[in-house]
């Protein structure tokens, strides 16, 4: 797994130095997750028709460009290592080059920016694997008056769940225009977030438990992880409220203001996300704290049983040093039952200190 990451690391170190020096608008692709061939799924649907279907060719592309008519039309691009092709869809539906230089660009933070009267966001796809390990991953939104175009590279995504709220959401869904659309993507990453932040909670609180019942070396690696979990969610996720924000603010035809208020909606739980994780990161400070206490206390009852041995064996050792002096003016050592008589004596005296001890519950 460590060599796998400084690999990744150390491709992404090479995407990078490539980049130095380019002009502005430069596609050059600085991600981790490579699909080879892009994959374009077009979805789109009025208040009568909705259908999702592959688009295979540029040709095909090219005709979407021209159509004229009041569909609200969702095109999802998966895969952007292949930028010659986002090269010419971008000539084709005439994106700005810094868009696209910052979709295939994932060390991108959460922002809002606008291009006359396009909007495009950045975001951070958080998802939590079944290992328990969070994936982090770029997604991208350009709004225009036209389309609602996605740009994301994921191999596991296919956005079925929403393909079904608007095949059934014939009151709402399939009667608003792109914006609605927008809102529900982004919302339904913000949607994630809780997710995580449940499993996060969930590692917390079992991480407790055991440090309560026996800290170990492993517990505090598993402090750490979750630690540095945390600190990266919260690096993904608090621009996305000033991202928010901002599109709240501007006022864009795009937006209806009938429709402000879901942008509102999800604004609050972002604010939600926020505030949950400072409370779990002070969990896990609480959670350093508890360790540090259980391992001292740990340390404590050693040191006291060690001490409680050494107090019951010091008369014990005294005894024994001084027969074993050897001087020959020794009167008991000619007495025949001299040993077994020290014996007894020196076994009494280690049962009254044991007793002593556990009256006064030392032990």
């Given at each position: 797994m460590k060599k796998t990451k400084n690999k990744i690391s150390s491709k992404k170190k090479q995407q990078l130095k490539s980049k130095i020096g380019k002009p502005p608008g430069t596609l050059i692709y600085v991600g981790e997750n490579i699909i080879e061939k892009t994959v374009i799924t077009l979805t789109e649907y009025n208040d009568t028709e909705f259908t999702v279907k592959k688009i295979e060719s540029i040709e095909d592309l090219q005709?979407?460009?021209?159509?004229?008519?009041?569909?609200?039309?969702?095109?999802?691009?998966n895969g952007l290592s292949d930028v010659e092709f986002l090269v010419k869809l971008g000539e084709i539906f005439k994106i700005h080059p810094l868009?696209?230089?910052?979709?295939?660009?994932?060390?991108?933070?959460?922002?809002?920016?606008y291009y006359d009267d396009d909007i495009f966001l950045v975001m951070k796809k958080i998802t939590w694997e079944e290992k328990q390990d969070i994936n982090y991953d770029q997604i991208s939104f350009l709004f225009t008056s036209k389309f609602v175009f996605t740009f994301r590279d994921d191999t596991k995504e296919d956005y079925s769940s929403i393909h079904q709220r608007i095949e059934t959401g014939k009151n709402v869904f399939r009667k608003s225009k792109a914006d609605y659309l927008f809102y529900v993507l982004v919302d339904y990453e913000i949607d994630r977030y809780f997710l995580v932040l449940e499993e996060l909670n969930e590692g917390i609180e079992e991480e407790q438990e055991m440090l309560l019942e026996n800290p170990t070396q492993d517990d505090l690696k598993r402090i750490q992880a979750l630690k540095r979990d945390a600190y990266r969610i919260k690096h993904a996720v608090r621009p996305m409220r000033e991202a928010l924000s901002s599109i709240i603010r501007q006022e864009s035809n795009l937006i209806s203001i009938n429709h402000l208020i879901y942008f509102r909606d999800s604004l609050d739980h972002i604010v939600q996300v926020n505030e949950s994780l400072d409370t779990l990161r002070e969990s896990i400070t609480i959670l350093i704290d508890i360790y540090l206490s259980s391992v001292s206390n740990r340390m404590n009852e050693v040191m006291k049983m060690l001490t409680l041995i050494a107090t019951i064996f010091i008369p014990l050792t005294f005894i024994a040093g001084v027969y074993g002096m050897n001087f020959e003016n020794m009167p008991e050592l000619g007495y025949k039952y001299a040993y077994f008589i020290i014996l007894g004596l020196m076994v009494l005296i280690g049962g009254l200190l044991l007793l002593f001890f556990k009256k006064r519950k030392w032990i």
């Amino acid at each position: 797994m460590k060599k796998t990451k400084n690999k990744i690391s150390s491709k992404k170190k090479q995407q990078l130095k490539s980049k130095i020096g380019k002009p502005p608008g430069t596609l050059i692709y600085v991600g981790e997750n490579i699909i080879e061939k892009t994959v374009i799924t077009l979805t789109e649907y009025n208040d009568t028709e909705f259908t999702v279907k592959k688009i295979e060719s540029i040709e095909d592309l090219q005709k979407l460009s021209t159509v004229e008519d009041e569909k609200v039309r969702w095109i999802d691009i998966n895969g952007l290592s292949d930028v010659e092709f986002l090269v010419k869809l971008g000539e084709i539906f005439k994106i700005h080059p810094l868009i696209l230089e910052d979709a295939v660009n994932s060390n991108q933070q959460p922002k809002v920016e606008y291009y006359d009267d396009d909007i495009f966001l950045v975001m951070k796809k958080i998802t939590w694997e079944e290992k328990q390990d969070i994936n982090y991953d770029q997604i991208s939104f350009l709004f225009t008056s036209k389309f609602v175009f996605t740009f994301r590279d994921d191999t596991k995504e296919d956005y079925s769940s929403i393909h079904q709220r608007i095949e059934t959401g014939k009151n709402v869904f399939r009667k608003s225009k792109a914006d609605y659309l927008f809102y529900v993507l982004v919302d339904y990453e913000i949607d994630r977030y809780f997710l995580v932040l449940e499993e996060l909670n969930e590692g917390i609180e079992e991480e407790q438990e055991m440090l309560l019942e026996n800290p170990t070396q492993d517990d505090l690696k598993r402090i750490q992880a979750l630690k540095r979990d945390a600190y990266r969610i919260k690096h993904a996720v608090r621009p996305m409220r000033e991202a928010l924000s901002s599109i709240i603010r501007q006022e864009s035809n795009l937006i209806s203001i009938n429709h402000l208020i879901y942008f509102r909606d999800s604004l609050d739980h972002i604010v939600q996300v926020n505030e949950s994780l400072d409370t779990l990161r002070e969990s896990i400070t609480i959670l350093i704290d508890i360790y540090l206490s259980s391992v001292s206390n740990r340390m404590n009852e050693v040191m006291k049983m060690l001490t409680l041995i050494a107090t019951i064996f010091i008369p014990l050792t005294f005894i024994a040093g001084v027969y074993g002096m050897n001087f020959e003016n020794m009167p008991e050592l000619g007495y025949k039952y001299a040993y077994f008589i020290i014996l007894g004596l020196m076994v009494l005296i280690g049962g009254l200190l044991l007793l002593f001890f556990k009256k006064r519950k030392w032990i």
